[in-house]
């Protein structure tokens, strides 16, 4: 089926008409944009679905800009140079990827430093790209609307760590509200006089500063930065936690505690290396620990999330319209993968409304997830089938997917390996199942088989076939065949019925027509 028809389609119901199609969306198919920090200047490329993107290019130069500013008070020769290298190179490559003009803010380095204009004017006189130096506030912001790209409709502190400074924001209702800046950055901790303990009461007094501006937030704390990830990704490593992916992992207060003294305890080179962390990034970690204990400690949010999401996820957000911000992002991707790969464009809809009597009663998240499920069920089919059902789980758990948290991710990719494989056990993913609770694996199972089951019984998109009528109380699980669908339930149709029904411990029923059988 053609794109044409599936956007022309009258009724969505709740998930909506997709809009990556759209001329507006479709304007937003390849941007490219640079971030030149105090740390490192990178420039990423966003493709694919809009409100989504996958990252078609993404390439980071560790330049030090922002090193020994504090001292001097301009930008360090080395990495001023260095930066102007990278800055012509992504000119070039944005030229040959169609990802021009690009869209280039620097931070707090280039707006402290007494050379930062001359900076500014030497990259754009000698690569032609216009960089446009930001205040803290606007850094604040476009950072915090990064966060609203993976996560619309949020609540809490956006705290964005660079090497010179660190920002926090507000966010709530979808919106970006009170925004500051500090000079909380690794880079200017480093310079301060008075040791440790120097260090710890300039760190605690601007903490208290930012506390004062923007007062208390005891909701999410959604950490970005280099820095947070790295401490992450430390956290990981302490707790022999089996997702290896950074975006949407959750630490408490206490994790916090712990991860920091192990920083502290921990020989830098070995955690480095185990945790394959650059050298250069591996220096911050110590100091932007603390001030993350800072933080935590007197802000007391109740939950701490990692985004990977940012101030260049922001500019992208900057560019959409507001339809397009309103959608969400797990579906739109879910929704340009299908139409991109799937054998069968359209059907995930279908697939869902059959299997849709089983999750009647579920959670509307749940069922956002039954509906990601069914769009993705299709889309590895070119893979192996001896491995199609470990491609669909390591796609979904570790795939470019916004709006899933870890066990969402791990739901999700359970649910698709039950789509090609009855059992579960037996496959490199066992250690993830711990990240679901069993009532979990078990929804899981039935989604995947559900699936399974209904792929069968469609020749063609809008086939209206049968349905599928669950009683929960009684234990019956009812399939209702039109007359002309018969002959689509075949003996390997009939076994995938029946293992559904073992899953929901259930009997099953069959009507043909009017008469049951």
């Known amino acids: 089926m053609d794109g044409d028809n599936l956007q ?51 390439e980071k130069i560790m330049c030090g800009l922002g090193a020994g500013l504090s001292e001097t008070g301009r930008l360090n020769p080395e990495g001023r140079k260095r930066a102007l290298a990278a800055i012509h190179r992504f000119q070039l490559l944005a030229h040959g990827m169609g990802a021009t003009p690009l869209s280039a803010v620097a931070t707090a380095a280039v707006r402290e430093a007494e050379d930062g204009g001359d900076f500014a004017e030497q990259v754009e006189r000698q690569t032609g790209l216009k960089l446009y130096v930001i205040d803290g506030k606007e850094e604040a912001r476009l950072s915090a609307q990064g966060v609203l790209l993976g996560w619309p409709g949020s609540y809490g502190l956006i705290c964005d760590i660079g090497g010179s400074s660190m920002e926090l924001a507000r966010i709530a209702d979808g919106k970006v509200g009170e925004r500051e800046t500090s000079p909380l950055g690794p880079l200017k901790l480093a310079d301060l006089k008075g040791g440790k303990k120097g260090r710890r009461a300039y760190i605690r007094a601007e903490v208290e500063k930012l506390h004062e501006q923007i007062g208390m937030d005891r909701n999410r704390l959604f950490l970005v930065g280099g820095s947070w990830r790295a401490i992450a990704r430390i956290d990981m490593e ?32 070995a955690l480095r290396s185990r945790c394959n962390l650059s050298s250069s990034r591996m220096s911050l970690v110590p100091m932007a ?50 139409q ?20 009647r009663s579920a959670r509307p998240e749940r069922k956002r997830l039954v509906k990601a499920a069914c769009l993705l069920h299709d889309v590895t089919w070119r893979a192996h089938p001896d491995y199609r059902a470990e491609v669909c789980f390591d796609n ?47 929804q899981a199972e039935i989604l995947g088989k559900a699936m399974r089951f209904g792929a069968m019984l469609w020749p063609e998109r809008d086939a209206e076939i049968g349905k599928l009528n669950w009683y929960p109380k009684k234990k019956i699980l009812e399939l209702h ?30 009507k043909i027509g009017m008469t049951r059988v």
Not at 239 to 262: D, N
Not at 324 to 336: A, N, T, V, Y
Not at 418 to 427: A, P
Not at 481 to 510: D, H, I, M, Y
């Open 340 to 359: 991109k790969d799937a054998r069968l464009p359209g059907f995930g809809r279908t697939l869902y409304d059959f299997i849709l009597p089983l999750f």
């Open 8 to 58: 022309n389609s009258a009724d969505w119901g709740p998930f909506g008409r997709p809009l990556f199609d759209d001329p507006q969306a479709r304007a937003l198919s390849r941007v490219g944009v640079v971030d030149v920090g105090s740390n490192s200047v990178r420039m990423v490329v966003f493709d694919g679905a809009a409100r989504s993107p996958a990252y078609f290019y993404n």
């Open 481 to 510: 065949l039109a007359e002309q669908a018969w002959p689509l339930f075949g003996e390997v149709a009939e076994a995938r019925f029946k293992s559904l029904a073992n899953s929901l411990n259930a009997e099953t029923a069959l």
């Open 238 to 269: 302490r707790r022999g936690y089996p997702l290896h992916v950074l975006h949407e992992y959750r630490m408490s207060a206490k994790a916090v505690r712990a991860t920091a003294q192990f920083i502290a305890d921990e020989d830098a080179n």
């Open 396 to 442: 979904s758990t570790r795939a470019n997917l916004g709006g899933l948290n870890h066990s969402e991710r791990v739901f999700l990719g359970l649910a698709l390996l039950h789509r090609y494989r009855n059992k579960r056990e037996g496959t490199p993913f066992e250690n993830l199942y711990s990240l679901l609770p069993p009532e979990d694996l078990i």
């Open 289 to 338: 620990s603390e001030v993350l204990l800072e933080v935590v400690r007197r802000f007391k949010p109740h939950d701490i999330a990692i985004s990977s999401y940012g101030i260049r996820e922001g500019l992208l957000y900057e560019q959409m319209p507001q339809t397009l911000r309103d959608r969400d992002p797990l579906i739109e991707s879910c929704r340009f993968a299908e």
